[in-house]
């Protein structure tokens, strides 16, 4: 964990924490607590405290550490509450002896919730038991219990009267049934499965727990309870207790009265005497809450349970998810000393029967069918894919099983991805708290059929929101848990995260139509959440923070959800994320801020924005890791550095990609980052980087050195401009073991590899030369040798010999430039030689390439150029005729490369002859063009003033012969006959006396628009009209286009003769060519009379990926 992470977490827990939570908020603030003064002061320690060598037990607590932090802090050792967080537990997990004041916290990849934290301390400081279910429920303190009489089903019975007034049959079996498992379930997590949906209201719980006596949980929503309740607060029950802590007054009947007043916490309900609840089960809790008010008006069982008890013999070990939702606890007790501590888990068994769940008999099965062969375009789930099967059950329901996976113990609702076969039947079995058949109360179907219909996505496998109905507006923030589309009518402005809440349901399409929405800057803020949510669009909003940003600020935060689409939108604040999720598209966005995706498949990042400036430091602008098959493609990802590695402000990479396999990285424009512009970490396989422009960074073009292993990638056809190094591939650190990703997911790592790997026709310009014998004096790096160190990961291992496996790497036609000295390859054996690799000078005798001084020109696979029928018509842009009346007209064709890339500058001629004469073929008109692309075209256009006769015209190809073809004969095309006569609007012609004047417009630059002066790479047109103002004929002038990179250094690029042009005539010479990446200046010029050359204006151009 580096510094500003520790900062920036500490300053979470303080802000988030302290200032919002009661009753610390009170207590932090002067203003709130009658001008008692701030209690709380809040040190981060900077030190780096090394607990590698402290034991752990199961990998999840340290033996004979309670005390360790406390000594070992440079904030001295006699604070209230210190949080130690440590990278050795191999599980999401924590621990906080009671009463201790320290908390240990997992922090393998960050801080974790500040909630979880809070829930934490909630046990170390102020002593108070977990109030959720699982497998402990006794107290060993008595804190935050309330004292409620133990009611027996008959109790229940008696109080709600007979069938016939108040209570049905029905739900007095339903309550005796609850009361009877409370008291018969036994093991551990028994109690959580079986009364998660037994909670009906917001206090009391029918579960005798906390002690042996009769001392019940006070609160279902409590910050001591799981997030799976929904609460950030403490209840009033915990408050009192935390009070004590922060005051050091025993009272807690006051404590609780002074709670009672504060807002935000989750407090008892008083009922009045002689209202009727509506249901028996409310009147039920109705007089829980009674009791419960009466611990709270007068603890008479609450004297103080601590004294003589040594708080160092238990500690309650947590683990749970990463969004903090699912906890589950154990406890353990030290029977040893403090010095030979020997733990034991501590287990409660309560006598009973248990459920005996019978899922093979017929009546529990419930089928659904999903039928494949013959299916029509409505349903379009394909063979071999994964579809969902959703399930609902009533609150009778305790447990399901699927066919899919006939050993997991299914939730009574809930939905599993299940692989489709020719014909797939999938069945649920159901039992109810009886153990009885429960199929009658679940209803199964197929997802939505319309999220498998691919449409024009098919390929990628997305399938757009389908959602309809009546539009429905938003006018402010607010919760989205129903299909529909909803339209923002005006801007928001909020302090509320997040600000769109969308979960637990499919189909929502939101469109802000441009509006803003405006969240407050801070530490956690979030604009939009989107969780468990299948189908969405999110489009045409303009997202921004307020105030000083924190670095930690998000816009969307997409959990465990599928075939979304995020398009159209701006995007301030820190950054965004992807968590669990498939089949997204986040494509033609502004993005002034981050976007990172983890555990993401087959998702797209297309046609985006990226850019921060240099007052942000951050890893990466586009980060995706520990996902497959997702797509990064025609991105523009400027990371604001000044692409210094001595000068680490903006984005450290332009894109992270880690532990990810089958992706393709392509055609992405990535500038400005002070190290490198791709940088891969992990395990990388079967992975495609190609096309990419890689300018101004610090370090290298494309590297990879943390945990670095590729096997099977391409690197093809990129372009690294101004940069130390072209590649960077090596290894740092060791073997990581299981579980060593965000999730515990990966399997360890048993060796590392640099094999199978090709690196083909990749270009290295403007490289750094050293300014000092000390800095890189070679184009690039590609090692694969033993490390010597270790990570920071937990259980890492150096690798030994036999662990690395490299080889068959192939390096063809790559340009790494002659200004720096050749690459290194160590050990030169793992690199093969594909030829035509140009490089610089060696020290090494045995290197693996044959360095060319320039490109071979040589081509690859066949070459064969062909010429269309040449079109004429009376203006550059008309209807092709062929009977035309003498004047201007124009001729179009084109020149196709119809087989492999050609590299080469080749001369072209367009023919005619006199039909009439039966004349033979004279050559006319002659241009260059400077190569083509495989399957690329170059088009002819030509303009002139013609006589009346019957002619032909015809384009010839390649006519210097400079390209070796495989048919030559295609190369002239087929001849064009027009009949051109006098007309009557001929002009007269000019007098002999006059004198021509040229006049050149400044070029133009057409082609796919990508903003003010920029266009993107690929097929463009170039076009420039020379005009004769004067009263004199100009004569026919040899001319052409230059281009130039610096607006200096001009060099000669296209020729095109200019024909006899008469006074107000004028000609426009137009050339298509494929654009490549950069700054490009282009003029025309003409050889005017006695021999003087004359230039247009320059046009300027950039030319982005």
């Known amino acids: 964990m580096n510094i500003p992470t520790l900062i920036g977490g500490a300053e979470q827990y303080r802000t988030e924490g302290f200032e919002m939570i009661e009753p610390f908020k009170t207590y ?14 809040h040190f981060a320690d900077l030190a780096q405290h090394d607990d590698t060598g402290w034991s752990t037990l199961f990998g999840r607590f340290f033996v004979g550490a309670n005390k360790k932090p406390r000594a070992l802090s440079s904030c001295g050792n006699d604070g209230s509450q210190y949080f130690f967080h440590t990278g050795k537990f191999r599980v999401p997990s924590a621990y906080a002896p009671y009463g201790n004041g320290i908390a240990f916290l997992y922090s393998n990849s960050g801080f974790i919730r500040t909630d979880v934290a809070m829930h934490e301390m909630g046990h170390s400081f102020g002593w108070l038991e977990d109030e959720y279910h699982s497998g402990f429920d006794v107290t060993l303190y008595y804190a935050n219990c309330a004292p409620a009489s133990q009611r027996t089903a008959t109790d229940i019975v008696s109080r709600f009267g007979p069938p016939s007034s108040k209570t049905t049959a029905s739900e007095r079996t339903q309550i005796q049934s609850l009361i009877k498992k409370s008291a018969s379930a036994s093991g551990r997590n028994k109690i959580m499965t079986l009364f998660e949906r037994a909670y009906w209201d917001q206090y009391g719980d029918t579960v005798s727990g906390c002690h042996t006596n009769v001392q019940n949980r006070p609160s279902l929503k409590s910050m001591m309870n799981t997030g799976a309740f929904g609460s950030d607060q403490f209840n009033v029950v915990s408050c009192g207790y935390l009070l004590r802590s922060i005051t050091g007054e025993e009272n807690l009947k006051s ?89 034991r888990q501590v287990t409660i068994e309560v006598p009973g029967d248990e459920i005996v769940e019978d899922f093979t008999r017929s009546d529990l099965v419930k089928k659904i069918t999903l039928s494949v062969e013959g299916a029509t375009d409505a349903v379009g789930v394909k063979k071999g894919e994964e579809a969902e099967v959703v399930w609902r059950g009533d609150e009778s329901i305790v447990s399901c099983r699927g066919s899919w996976n006939p050993t997991e113990k299914l939730p009574p609702s809930g939905t599993a991805q299940v692989l489709v076969t020719e014909s797939s039947t999938f069945s649920l079995s159901c039992l109810d708290a009886e153990g009885k058949a429960a199929t009658a109360s679940v209803i199964v179907s197929a997802v939505n059929p319309s999220l498998f219909t691919r449409g024009v996505e098919w390929l990628t496998g997305r399938a757009a929101s389908s959602a309809t109905g009546a539009v429905i507006t938003l006018s402010a923030c607010g919760e989205i848990t129903q299909s529909g589309r909803y339209v923002v009518e005006n801007d928001i402005t909020t302090s509320q995260s997040p600000c769109l809440n969308i979960h637990d349901t499919q189909d929502v399409q939101v469109n802000c139509n441009g509006h803003t929405i405006t969240g407050k800057s801070g530490v956690g803020s979030l604009l939009v959440h989107l969780k468990n949510v299948r189908g969405f669009s999110i489009e045409s909003c303009l997202f921004q923070m307020s105030g000083s940003p924190s670095g930690y600020e998000r816009i969307f935060s997409i959990e465990n959800s599928t075939n ?50 240099s007052s942000r430091t951050t890893n990466g602008l586009i980060a995706s890791n520990y996902g497959s098959h997702n ?106 073991p299981a579980f060593a990703d965000y999730s515990k997911k990966m ?39 033993l490390p010597v160190r270790l990570g920071t990961i937990p259980n890492e291992r150096l690798p030994v010999v036999g662990e690395i496996i490299s080889g068959n790497n192939k390096f063809i036609d790559n340009d790494f430039g002659t200004t720096l000295q050749a690459p290194v390859f160590d050990p030169p054996s793992m690199i093969v030689d594909g030829g035509g690799n140009v490089c610089g000078k060696t020290m090494f005798a045995d290197y693996p390439l044959e360095c060319l001084s320039s490109p071979r020109v040589t081509q690859t696979g066949s070459v064969n150029l062909s010429s269309t029928k040449p079109t004429i018509s009376d203006s550059p842009d008309g209807e092709a005729r062929t009977t035309l009346t003498a004047g201007n ?68 190809a390649d006519s210097g012969g400079t390209i070796t073809e495989t048919n030559e004969q295609d190369n002239y095309s087929e001849a064009t006959p027009v009949f051109i006569v006098v007309g009557t609007t001929l002009p007269p012609s000019p007098p002999p006396s006059g004198m021509p004047k040229l006049f050149l417009a400044t070029p133009v630059i057409s082609g796919r628009q990508a903003g003010l002066g920029k266009v993107y790479a690929g097929s463009m047109t170039i076009s420039a009209k020379a005009t004769n103002s004067g009263d004199g004929i100009l004569p026919t002038s040899s001319g052409g286009f230059q281009y130039s990179t610096d607006g200096k250094d001009w060099k000669p690029w296209v020729k095109a003769d200019v024909p006899e042009l008469f006074p107000g005539i004028g000609h426009t010479t137009v050339y298509n060519w494929e654009g490549g990446a950069g700054v490009w200046n282009f003029r025309f010029y003409m050889e005017a009379s006695l021999g003087v050359r004359e230039y247009s204006e320059r046009a300027t151009v950039e030319i982005v990926l």
């Not at 070990?317 to 699912?326: A, L, Q």
């Not at 523009?636 to 550095?641: L, R």
């Not at 310009?765 to 590609?782: C, D, K, L, W």
């Open 28 to 41: 932090s603030t002067s203003e709130l607590n009658g001008g008692k003064g701030r209690y709380f002061a």
């Open 564 to 613: 979304g689409v995020i398009q159209n939108n701006t995007l301030g604040g820190s950054y965004s994320e992807a968590r669990e999720s498939k089949n997204l598209l986040i494509k033609n966005n502004n993005f002034q801020s981050t976007y990172e995706q983890l555990y993401t498949n087959e998702s797209t990042i297309e046609g985006n924005i990226f850019r921060i400036d």
């Open 631 to 736: 797509r990064i493609v025609n991105n523009k990802i400027n990371g604001g550095a000044k692409g210094l590695f001595s000068e680490q402000r903006g984005a450290d990479d332009g894109i992270i990609i880690q532990d990810e396999n089958n992706d393709v990285i392509e055609d992405n424009a990535v500038e400005n980052n002070w190290d490198c512009g791709i940088e891969t970490l992990g395990t990388i396989t079967n992975i495609r980087i190609s096309r990419n422009y890689i300018k101004n960074n610090g370090f290298c073009g494309i590297g990879g050195w943390y945990w670095h292993s590729w096997l099977g990638n391409t690197i093809a056809d990129n372009t690294i401009d101004d940069a130390p190094l072209m590649f960077a591939l090596y290894r740092e650190y060791g073997l990581r």
């Open 255 to 343: 404590h609780w009265q002074e709670c009672m007043k504060m807002d935000g916490l989750e407090k008892p309900v008083v009922v009045p005497g002689g209202v009727q609840a509506v249901t028996p089960i409310s009147r039920l809790f109705a007089l829980l809450k009674d009791s419960l008010f009466a611990a709270v008006a007068a603890p008479s069982a609450t004297t103080d349970m601590r004294t003589g008890i040594d708080f160092e013999r238990f500690i309650n070990v947590e683990t749970f998810s990463s969004e903090g939702k699912n906890i589950q606890s154990e406890i353990f007790e030290n029977t040893g000393d403090e010095k030979n501590p020997s733990w």
């Open 889 to 956: 007209m124009t001729l179009r064709a084109e020149i196709k490369s119809e087989g492999a890339e050609i590299r080469e500058t080749f001369g072209n001629t367009i023919q005619y002859r006199d039909v009439t004469a039966n004349g033979a073929w004279t050559d006319w008109v002659t241009f260059e063009v400077a190569g083509l692309i495989a399957g690329g075209k170059a088009t002819v256009r030509h303009t002139w003033g013609a006589g009346a006769g019957n002619w032909g015209f015809r384009l010839v």
């Open 747 to 785: 399997l360890a790592d048993h060796s590392i590899f640099f094999k199978d790997n090709n690196f083909i026709n990749n270009k290295f310009i403007r490289a750094r030369v050293p300014t000092s014998e000390h800095e890189v004096v070679f184009s690039s790096r590609v090692t694969m040798l």
